[in-house]
């Protein structure tokens, strides 16, 4: 039986970023079904509005970079060393992340209907930690740090309306 190819990191990079642009576009579109409001008092979409398009925006360049080879002449020596070494960056090969990624993402959209934003995005945020390699005590422990940070940010600091589904 062949050994398996190795992993190319930048590849995979590229991959993993084109699938974070085409969810953040998602999630844009998703966040205009919500008020977005006007500059002088936002809605209740528009900061999932403005999270969707930043991460569209940076998985499509990271993407492009990636694709050009700008860093792929930085990542060739450590791609090869982890390679030997057998290492992963994720529990999984790289496209079973990518669609972990994308389940997790259609996931929080979903959820934030149902339980609100800043719960199903902890949620998610735990499930993409797990997913790269945390502990599950670390995973939920991120998830939970990012749900308390966010709301005492957004929802008491800022008191910027939220997404607060059924519950």
């Known amino acids: 039986m062949a050994a398996p190819a190795p992993i190319d990191s930048a590849a995979s990079r590229s991959r993993f970023a084109a699938g974070a642009a085409i969810a953040g576009i998602a999630y844009a579109v998703t966040a205009v079904s919500y008020d977005l409001g006007t500059v002088a008092s936002p809605g209740a979409g528009a900061l999932p509005f403005a999270v969707g398009c930043a ?10 970079a990636d694709r050009r ?9 450590e791609t090869a060393s982890a390679d030997e070494r057998g290492d992963r960056s994720s529990r999984f090969g790289p496209r079973l992340t990518l669609v972990i990624a994308a389940l ?20 998610g945020i735990a499930v993409l930690a797990w997913t790269m390699r945390s502990r ?3 995973a939920l422990l991120t998830g939970t740090s990012f749900y308390l940070f966010s709301f005492v940010v957004f929802h008491l600091w800022l008191e910027v309306p939220l997404p ?3 519950f």
């Open 55 to 64: 991460t569209a925006v940076i998985g499509a360049f990271v993407a492009v």
């Open 69 to 77: 080879g700008t860093r792929a002449e930085a990542l060739a020596t």
């Open 104 to 123: 997790a993402c259609v996931f929080m959209i979903w959820q934030a209907r149902i339980v609100g934003l800043l719960p199903a995005v902890g949620l």
């Open 136 to 138: 599950v005590l670390t």
């Open 164 to 166: 607060r589904g059924y």
